[in-house]
């Protein structure tokens, strides 16, 4: 059975402060994606990491796919009242018929 | 860009009362998902579709609960006898390839609250 686990559970920083949040499982994945969910609407893809040792920048984010394809991290620089969210993880396995998802952080920005 | 589009967005029903969920997939996507998520959780897989086929489902997808995909386009999820711990957000999402890996366009999700 796949299991994600993600760390840590709930976050709180002031606006312009630097994050990370992770990602961790004993399986390895064909890929593994970063959503992103706000109150009462469906998760929305942020990026999707395929190779081992891969890094991803969009804007302010970068993501980080581990060498084993275990694990994953999402940094955020200088956060912003607009990243607060649910950030889930998802691994990808059985050649891509399915998709496990870890329990998510939950990021609050203050202004 | 028709996105996944799911309908109701809310439900309130009484113990004991039958309900159907519908989902229209983006119409290019073979593949179609269901997910339940509790609150403060990650979504948890119910069922799977390619084309019109049910190829997986999950031990948490009890015999009230059935799936339909029946000409491979949008798809149903009904839950008989509802019980007080099926209140949650239905999730329904079809997949595409994105850079050579599957990824999940999601609709916007029915909240089912039981009484």
């Known amino acids: 059975t796949q299991l994600l686990e993600q760390s840590p559970q709930f976050l709180s920083i002031q606006e312009g402060e630097n994050l990370t949040v992770y990602c961790n499982s004993s399986?390895?994945?064909?890929?593994l994606q970063w959503y992103r969910q706000e109150p009462g609407e469906g998760p929305v893809l942020l990026v999707t990491?395929?190779?081992?040792?891969e890094v991803k920048k969009l804007k302010r984010l970068t993501f980080q796919f581990g060498d084993a394809r275990k694990d994953s991290s999402l940094h955020i620089t200088a956060a912003q009242p607009g990243d607060t969210g649910l950030y889930l993880c998802?691994?990808?396995?059985?050649?891509?018929?399915?998709?496990?998802f870890g329990p998510g952080t939950r990021l609050s920005v203050l202004p | 860009d028709t996105g996944v589009s799911q309908d109701p967005r809310h439900k309130i029903t009484k113990r004991g009362q039958n309900v159907t969920f519908r989902c229209d997939p983006i119409?290019?996507?073979?593949?179609l998902y269901w997910y339940r998520q509790t609150l403060g959780q990650g979504p948890e897989f119910l069922t799977y579709?390619?084309?019109?086929?049910?190829?997986?489902k999950s031990r948490l997808l009890s015999d009230r609960f059935s799936a339909e995909r029946p000409k491979g386009s949008f798809s149903t999820l009904e839950i008989q006898r509802t019980e007080q711990g099926d209140s949650a957000m239905y999730l329904c999402?079809?997949?595409?390839?994105?850079?050579?890996?599957?990824?999940?366009?999601f609709g916007a999700g029915s909240r089912l609250t039981v009484l």
């Open positions: 999402a079809s997949s595409s390839t994105v850079a050579g890996a599957n990824v999940l366009t």
């Open positions: 399986s390895v994945f064909s890929s």
């Open positions: 990491v395929v190779t081992g040792g």
């Open positions: 998802a691994g990808e396995y059985n050649y891509g018929q399915n998709f496990v």
């Open positions: 119409s290019e996507h073979n593949r």
């Open positions: 579709f390619q084309n019109e086929a049910q190829l997986e």
